[in-house]
């Protein structure tokens, strides 16, 4: 189990870092409602994000016009994130006693 710690490390970090770009590249895009997040490039963009955004809308309401579902998501993300990975995430300090164990 502990020998897999670093592998899900790296990978968690990557896919939690992934996601926040996504949701931040969503957030520019608002700015530009030509582009069509169901076509192209932007399907990339849509669809991992959409997913979680849909239900998130129900729950908090646009505020003066503005999509607030976002950002909200960032900051849930980048929280994950830091929890699990960050300097003093789970499974950081996981990996540190399993490598203060062996040595």
């Known amino acids: 189990m502990t020998a897999a710690l670093p592998q899900v490390h790296l990978a ?11 949701f931040l590249f969503r ?4 700015w530009y409602p030509q582009v069509d997040l169901g076509q192209g490039w932007g399907r ?18 646009p505020i003066g016009g503005v ?4 950002v909200v998501w ?8 830091e929890l699990l ?3 003093q995430g789970l499974i950081t300090q996981a990996m540190l006693r399993a490598s203060a164990a062996v040595g």
């Open 67 to 70: 999509d607030v579902a976002p």
């Open 12 to 22: 968690l970090g990557l896919l939690l870092g992934l996601w926040t770009l996504l």
């Open 44 to 61: 990339w963009v849509g669809l991992p994000t959409e997913l979680v955004l849909a239900p998130t809308r129900r729950l908090i309401q």
């Open 85 to 87: 990975v960050g300097q």
């Open 74 to 81: 960032v900051g849930l993300v980048t929280l994950l994130r």
């Open 27 to 30: 957030i520019v895009l608002t």
